[in-house]
């Protein structure tokens, strides 16, 4: 039979399009160079040009600078994306503890389970071996001074460089603006304490991670969840009308990359959430833990950015992006750093002296870089996976996030599926996943579940296989 294809590249683009679909080729992956598949197709550099033309049209593969075509990771899954969130009015009691401390523990007890769950780094990326040498190195010309405190504000030469990479988010910061800190968990705790009494209300988006919600469990804080969308983040609209309706001492937000939407504010927004909260002069606690992992060409702006009065409070650490362990965060007060520093002072005293000088002489002696860049590429291309898999192995009502950085996926599963009882299911197969109780002060996300790309493999593929199967049974 004749090929109903009149032109070469369009089989050519066909036969490509296929080896994607099929998951020969993955997201992120490059695809043979325009010479090498021009010699193995027995025909013109033209014809392949126009062929991979077709592909970028049809938004399968992309060019990159120097570095030939790749599989686009965009193309994450044909699941479409879960609606906008819808959380009640009104203020809540949040109480989520025995559930956190439930699955925090099974994942400690149960260290062999295929880890899709917790929302840690791949232990295996991360640069370990490097700010252990440079922690070697540092006790060595140190000597008797890393066993002593290095007190509030913390190490200068460690805020002097988070002052320069600041620039790379549009803030223009110096060292004395930035408070070291036992990582970002305790940047956010500080941040509340110092503008919220036990009862206040924070307004926060919905879902939010739980390390958050904890944080205002433990400080008798009340959560005004914000409608959310999966892509562009929290609803100003929303939290328009909640700042016009509730007495709110503080809105906590991850702008860019949420934990576990993976949305990230477009700038506009940003700045219109910053003029917003100053109109109302209530205190921005923002969070920007994944802002270093993004699979753009350019990193996304802070809010803090934006921030003319001192409002907002700008919290990160090296966890996500570098090496959890180490429990090195900071946070940039604002008006608020008179508060900061005396929390600091009084809870912690100080942060460990020899992961902060470890990491300072890593990031000024330019290894952080060239390291970022390749842990992004790698995450991005486990994102895509993880999403391919999901669409192929979970049943088709199914919803699926699609971010733009960070590694986590969020999953809205058939309206019958407790995620709780799936969570429990999997455990027993040695999977570890984590139901979507646990993002709310109000367990709305009962048929939700948060995935962690980190660790894609071989095995968490067939894992997620399981998982299907689990959930189409439960179905």
Not at 44 to 70: C, W
Not at 398 to 427: E, I, M
Request: glycine share 8%; hydrophobic share 40%.
């Amino acid at each position: 039979m004749k090929d109903s294809r009149p032109y070469k590249y369009e089989r050519i683009a066909d036969d490509i399009a296929h080896l994607i679909d099929s998951g020969t080729f993955r997201p992120g992956d490059g695809i043979p160079s325009l010479r090498e598949l021009s010699r193995q197709c027995d025909v013109g550099i033209t014809t392949v040009q126009q062929a991979y033309y077709l592909l970028e049209a049809r938004g399968l593969i992309e060019a990159r600078d120097r570095s030939g075509f790749y599989v686009c990771t965009a193309r994450l899954s044909t699941l479409p994306e879960p609606d906008i969130s819808a959380p009640g009015p009104d203020p809540t009691e949040v109480s989520v503890r025995e559930l956190v401390t439930e699955v925090s523990l099974a994942d400690t007890r149960h260290p062999d389970l295929i880890q899709l769950g917790a929302a840690h780094p791949n232990a295996h990326l991360a640069a370990t071996k490097a700010l252990n040498r440079s922690l070697t190195s540092i006790a060595r010309r140190m000597g008797y001074r890393t066993g002593m405190y290095d007190y509030v504000p913390g190490c200068e030469a460690l805020r002097v460089q988070i002052a320069k990479r600041a620039l790379s988010s549009g803030c223009r910061l110096g060292p004395d603006d930035v408070v070291i800190t036992t990582g970002c968990t305790e940047s956010i705790s500080l941040c509340l304490r110092a503008v919220c009494a036990p009862g206040d209300t924070v307004a926060i988006e919905s879902p939010t991670g739980f390390d958050a919600l904890l944080s205002l469990d433990v400080l008798g804080l009340q959560a005004l969840e914000i409608p959310t969308h999966p892509r562009d983040g929290i609803s100003l609209d929303a939290l328009r009308f909640a700042l016009g309706h509730h007495p709110v001492s503080a809105c906590l937000v991850v702008s860019n990359y949420n934990n576990p939407l993976g949305s990230c504010m477009p700038d506009d927004n940003k700045r219109e959430l910053v003029d917003l909260l100053a109109s109302h002069d209530t205190p921005l606690i923002e969070n920007d833990i994944f802002g270093e992992i993004h699979f753009q060409d350019r990193r996304p702006s802070v809010a803090k950015a934006y921030d003319d009065k001192g409002l907002v409070m700008l919290c990160s650490s090296f966890s996500k992006s570098l090496c959890p362990g180490y429990r090195v965060g900071w946070v940039v007060p604002g008006r608020f750093m008179a508060s900061i520093r005396w929390l600091k002072y009084t809870t912690s005293l100080a942060t460990p002296t020899l992961s902060e000088y470890a990491i300072a002489e890593f990031l000024a002696g330019g290894s952080y870089d060239p390291y970022i860049r390749r842990i992004r590429r790698i995450y991005e291309r486990h994102v895509g996976a993880l999403s391919q898999a999901v669409g192929r192995f979970f049943p088709p009502e199914c919803r699926l996030t699609r971010p733009g950085g960070g590694f986590v996926l969020w999953v809205q599963l058939p309206a019958r599926v407790d995620s709780l009882h799936l969570y429990r299911q999997a455990l027993s197969a040695g999977i570890a996943i984590t139901p979507g109780y646990l993002f709310s002060s109000t367990n709305q996300y009962r048929n939700f579940v948060r995935l962690n790309a980190a660790n894609w493999s071989d095995e968490a593929e067939q894992a997620i296989q399981h998982l299907g199967e689990m959930i189409a049974a439960l179905s």
